[in-house]
């Protein structure tokens, strides 16, 4: 005799999907393999069987959504949860795609790229000046961008902002 049409085993299957549980805990408590529930589920032979796992989570879920709905009425964070997860657009969190965080990934690297010319700007004025610093002190020491511009650097700042690059803000 199988295991399907023993009987035990889909009905050990059905209570514990009625009750909550997933497939894959059903499938544990039951004595069965995923894939065979699978094969059971997707056989155009055992119709019955793929209509009954489906009512049983159908009632599971409508059991569940009916406790958190209850209890909604003493603490509104329950509603929110199921909202929030019924309505995705209800959700606090902005969830990124891969197009920006591409985009973010590539504005880190121009912002360090930046941060080096700048570096690169800083050591040329200082040897200008007759200071002793190399590039490598100056790209260890924080950078702190000057609150006034002498007239050569606002050109150059709106000759970048005019489409050759960024205007950096200062923060």
Same mark, same amino acid.
């Given at each position: ?94 969830? #990124?795609?891969?197009? *920006?965080?591409?985009?973010? +990934?590539? =504005?880190?690297?121009?912002? &360090?790229?930046?941060?080096? @010319? ?6 040329? #004025?200082?040897?200008? *000046?007759?200071?002793?610093? +190399?590039? =490598?002190?100056?790209?260890? &020491?924080?950078?702190?961008? @000057? ?22 803000? &200062?923060?």
């Amino acid at each position: 005799m199988s295991k399907y049409t023993d009987g035990r085993t889909v009905g050990i299957f059905l209570r514990m999907l009625k009750t909550g549980q997933t497939r894959q805990v059903a499938c544990s408590a039951a004595g069965i393999s995923p894939t065979t529930f699978t094969n059971w589920y997707k056989d155009s032979g055992k119709a019955e069987f793929k209509r009954e796992v489906d009512k049983a989570e159908a009632l599971s879920e409508e059991s569940l959504v009916r406790i958190v709905q209850e209890h909604a009425e003493k603490d509104w964070r329950s509603a929110k949860w199921l909202l929030t997860r019924r309505f995705p657009h209800w959700r606090e969190q902005a969830y #990124t795609t891969q197009e *920006v965080r591409n985009r973010l +990934d590539a =504005l880190r690297v121009r912002r &360090s790229e930046l941060e080096v @010319e700048y570096a690169e700007l800083r050591l040329q #004025t200082v040897k200008n *000046v007759g200071g002793g610093e +190399d590039l =490598l002190s100056l790209l260890n &020491s924080p950078i702190q961008l @000057e609150d006034h511009r002498n007239g050569e650097e606002e050109e150059r700042e709106e000759r970048r902002s005019n489409g050759k690059g960024s205007k950096v803000a &200062s923060g």
